[in-house]
């Protein structure tokens, strides 16, 4: 399971990451994450697929319901447990390293399973 | 017809148009989950006036596209990798991307082997010899050869493209050469059954 942690954290990436981190048990959309992490669309989709492939993300189809008022079901996304852990590890590494440049700080302590 | 809803079926119609670029197993549920994400666009109460959120639904049909297109190509290099494996582990209907560099290949070892021959036959007549002599001595190699394919074919539990007895009539008939083909296209080099050591290339333990 190696591979997971060797998604790169992009600013984009970071983004989605602090949203869907933010209440673990929520239920994102498309357009949601679109809105709350200020991405357009082609960034935001070939994203989640990836993280979706890496076993991060969960992806599910909303039940029909009476109430959504002729709304198609939509597709939720979720962040899975290993997801959960790889998220905070990444982002706490990148708040740790922020305040110096990322390059004197990420050779002393590499991100582990990045290719560095 | 409201002019938004309008709007959100043409909209619509334009993501059905670019999901048709997305491999055939993932499109209709990729179509499904972006036309579903239309509604929330055109309902954006935070987007005003009303007519950005068509902008906004426009620019979300111009990123759908560019997902497609980096979906589509990742997919593509997901077969690709897929056959490649499956090449090398023998399958037959596997097409490998590099058949026709293998089949090359094999014709110029064949037309070096030609060349050498002739060359040397010219060289020995050169000095008196007779040409038969050259020959007497090629023949037990060219049958060895044989010999020697004839044996891989047999002990092979798989050959590539062809059946068994096709590659063994090939290499009969058409005797260097389709030895040389055969070794380049048909033989499996790595025995698929035997368990290789974590997936390493067989035969290099580090």
Known sequence: M?????????????????????????????????KTAKLPSGTLYPM??????????????EAPRQDTAGRPPRKYYQLTAEGCRVARLELAQAASSAPAPRAGHGAVRPAPGSTR | MSPGRRTQRIAGWLIQAICRRLPADVRAERCREWTAELPAIFDDQSIRPSFLRTLRAF???????????????????????????????????????????????????WLVVVVVLLGLIALLRTRG??????????????????????????????????????????????????????????????????????????????
């Open chain 1, 2 to 34: 190696c591979r997971l942690v060797a998604v790169k954290l992009t600013g984009p990436l970071e983004r989605v990451l602090r949203v869907m981190l933010a209440d673990p048990s929520a239920l994102h959309y498309g357009y949601d994450l679109m």
């Open chain 1, 48 to 61: 989640l697929a990836r993280l979706q492939q890496d076993g991060l993300v969960n992806a599910e189809w």
């Open chain 2, 59 to 109: 620019s979300f049909c111009v990123g759908i596209s560019w997902t497609t297109r980096q979906l589509s190509k990742s997919a593509r290099a997901a077969s690709r990798r897929s056959r490649n494996a499956q090449w090398r582990t023998g399958a037959m209907r596997a097409r490998p991307p590099e058949l026709a560099v293998r089949a090359v290949r094999g014709l110029l070892i």
């Open chain 2, 129 to 206: 010899f007779p040409p038969s002599l050259p020959v007497l001595f090629v023949l037990p190699l060219a049958v060895g050869f044989d010999v020697f394919c004839l044996a891989d074919i047999a002990r092979a539990e798989q050959v590539r493209y062809l059946h068994k007895w096709a590659w063994v009539i090939i290499c009969l008939v058409q005797a260097p050469l389709g030895g040389i083909m055969y070794l380049s296209i048909g033989h499996i080099g790595r025995h698929p059954s035997r368990p290789t050591s974590s997936g390493g290339p067989s035969g290099t333990i580090r």
